[in-house]
């Protein structure tokens, strides 16, 4: 793991807590879907967090972000079928992530992968940034909205055991997959249900 990895996955504190990122996107373009019933806001049981699904075409930022300046596995023509979502910690209104994010068919089950917008950055940050992927397991109907995440400690277990056979790297306790797209369908497809490599799930209630 080179140096400038290790300063990305120190910088990469995302708002949805998930450890386990990825080089490359969870999908390829004929697992992309899109369902507009998942656009509006969506607030945790608790109320400390909420979650703001937008037409990413429609709420990109016009001025505070360069598409063509990010680093990263991002491209152009994922835009017309993804996401902006936005999490705003309600304890403290000066937390907030953005995501381009892509909803993602994976056998029977929804996937949700997120890579991270610049939009909340010192802009002094992209020089050392590269955007990489986190992903989380995904329900919902008109009213509620459920979010899974991987456990990271379960990962690791298996990781160290070879159980799971997926290129990935190891820094601090952090995940991070260097496997392509197809190789990490292939093992979303088999371990989504499989409750024991996975967080409790969040619940989230349309507003």
């Known amino acids: 793991m080179t140096r400038k990895a290790l300063l990305v996955l120190t910088i990469l504190a995302l708002s949805l807590s998930s450890c386990v990122y990825s080089l490359f996107p ?6 992309i879907v899109f369902k507009p019933e998942l656009l509006g806001e969506w607030k945790l049981d608790d109320g400390q967090y909420q979650l703001k699904f937008e037409r990413y075409d429609e ?7 360069n598409l063509d300046s990010r680093q990263g596995s991002y491209k152009k023509e994922d835009t017309e079928s ?7 910690d309600l304890n403290d209104p000066n937390s907030k ?21 610049n939009e ?21 109907n008109e009213k509620e909205l459920v979010l899974t995440q991987f ?15 997926l290129r990935h790297e190891s820094v601090n306790g952090t995940v991070m997959i260097t496997a392509q797209p197809k190789e990490l369908q292939k093992f979303l497809e088999r371990y989504a249900e499989d409750e024991s490599v996975f967080e409790e799930s969040q619940l989230y209630q349309k507003q």
Not at 26 to 31: A, N, R, S
Not at 97 to 117: N, R, T
């Open 26 to 31: 969870i999908y390829t373009e004929d697992t």
């Open 59 to 65: 709420a990109k930022p016009k001025e505070k972000f």
């Open 82 to 88: 993804s996401y902006k979502l936005t999490v705003d």
């Open 97 to 117: 992530e953005s995501f381009q994010a892509h909803l993602v068919q994976i056998g029977d089950f929804l996937f949700l992968d997120l890579i991270p917008l």
């Open 120 to 140: 909340y950055r010192n802009a002094n940050l992209s020089n050392n940034y590269m955007a990489l992927h986190s992903f989380a397991k995904l329900s919902f």
């Open 151 to 165: 456990d990271l400690g379960k990962l690791n277990e298996l990781f160290e055991s070879n159980l799971i056979r």
